[in-house]
Structures are given as structure tokens and as C-alpha cells.
């Protein structure tokens, strides 16, 4: 039992690249959600999911897509990327407790 | 709107010296109040989960308490290996999590 598993960990990206991150989770959750975190902001909400076929916003989607074509997997997608996009990005699934992934941490320049 | 506020932001301890960390919140139809630890580098950890006022939960040399405005994280006689950041997030019907900015501890030997 893994979890919530991520990929890639870390990266680095040139303006205007695109890529997708990985996420996957084996608890069988029908919730999960993508945040990004900032030093001194706090956890931010990008986009959930409640369900396979089922996205929606969170507070911070700007810049961001998502899909959830299966329960298990719940890929974020980066299509121009922007300095403003350089953070680390959690996954988290949640069937009653919300579980973390362990990251990935982006870097735009 | 959701609010959760933690203090201090950063908390020095010495070895054995306890201490408390405290969370305020503003929730509508709060579904759950959690802790989670979080090491540098990597993903929040889950903690506890308090539901309703008075409530208590305690594991090792932590624990947590709920009043209907705030929460306390209590540590009794920390280790360095305690030092970490301690997140406190609120859950409303919609199952999305609101975080506070988290509070960074060090403990030292």
C-alpha cells in the first residue's frame, strides 16, 4: 500500500514549456486534490476531483488543468509555464482524512 | 469565508521545555478540525482529526484540543526529533480543506 505516489520530484522548466504532473493514489478515494506551496502562504487549493470524470476549481486555478479519467490518477497539467508557477505541488487523496504525496518541487525560470 | 490563523509562526524550544501551539478558526458547518506535521522537503503528514468541542486526542508527546474557536497542539517534554512545521486545517461539508499558514518548531538538544 503506497499511498499517494508523485512524479516527477523535482524540475525545471523554461518559459513558456509545458508538462504534466503524476499522481497517484491506491486507497481507492474518490476525493482528490492538487495544492501548491509557497514559503510563508500556506497550502493553496489548485483544483479537486470527487470522482472519476469529475474536476472542479479550487482557489488558485489559473494556469492549470486537470483531469480524472480514472479513479487512481489525477494528472495536473502546466501548459505555459511562468516564474509565477515555480512552487512545490502536493497531491492529496481523502476518504475521510486527506493523505499527501510527497511533493513536487518546480522551478520556472 | 474560511479562516484558520495559527501562532506563533515560529516557536524555539529547549529539550524537555513543553509548550502549545495554537490554531483559531472561523468555519461555517466545521466537518473536522486536523494537525498535521510537516518535515522539510516533504509532504504533510497526518496528525489527528477532533470533530467537536472538547474533544482531545493525544499520541506520544502530543496532544490535541478542540474548543469552538480554537485549537491547541500540546507538547510534552519535546525532542529535537519533534522539530518540524504543524499545519491546522478546517474541513467544511464540501470535504476541501482550509490551511493555516503552519507554525515552525525547533527543538534544541
Known amino acids: 500500500n503506497a499511498g499517494v505516489t508523485q512524479t516527477p520530484k523535482f524540475r525545471i522548466l523554461k518559459i513558456g514549456q509545458s508538462m504534466t504532473l503524476q499522481c497517484t493514489q491506491d486507497?481507492?478515494?474518490?476525493?482528490m486534490y492538487w495544492y501548491r506551496q509557497d514559503p510563508g502562504m500556506g497550502l493553496k487549493l489548485i483544483y479537486y476531483?470527487?470522482?472519476?470524470?469529475?474536476?472542479d476549481k479550487g482557489e488558485v486555478p489559473n494556469g492549470y488543468n486537470v483531469s480524472r479519467s480514472t479513479t487512481e490518477d489525477f494528472p495536473l497539467r502546466l501548459e505555459l509555464a511562468a516564474p509565477s508557477q515555480t512552487s512545490v505541488y502536493f497531491c492529496?487523496?481523502?476518504?475521510?482524512?486527506?493523505?499527501f504525496g510527497p511533493g513536487t518541487r518546480l522551478t520556472v525560470l | 469565508e474560511d479562516q484558520v490563523t495559527q501562532s506563533p509562526e515560529a516557536l524555539r524550544l529547549q529539550e524537555g521545555e513543553s509548550s502549545s501551539l495554537n490554531c483559531s478558526y472561523t468555519?461555517?458547518?466545521?466537518?473536522?478540525l486536523f494537525w498535521y506535521r510537516q518535515d522539510p522537503g516533504k509532504g504533510p503528514e497526518f496528525l489527528f482529526t477532533?470533530?467537536?468541542a472538547g474533544e482531545e486526542k493525544e499520541k506520544e508527546r502530543l496532544k490535541a484540543t478542540l474548543t469552538k474557536k480554537e485549537s491547541f497542539l500540546h507538547i510534552t517534554a519535546p525532542k529535537p526529533e519533534d522539530s518540524a512545521t504543524y499545519l491546522c486545517?478546517?474541513?467544511?461539508?464540501?470535504?476541501?480543506?482550509?490551511f493555516g499558514k503552519g507554525i515552525t518548531l525547533s527543538v534544541r538538544p
Open positions: 492529496a487523496s481523502d476518504g475521510d482524512t486527506q493523505y
Open positions: 486507497m481507492n478515494h474518490n476525493y
Open positions: 476531483s470527487v470522482g472519476a470524470g469529475i474536476t
Open positions: 468555519v461555517s458547518g466545521l466537518r473536522g
Open positions: 477532533l470533530y467537536s
Open positions: 486545517a478546517v474541513k467544511r461539508a464540501n470535504s476541501k480543506l482550509t
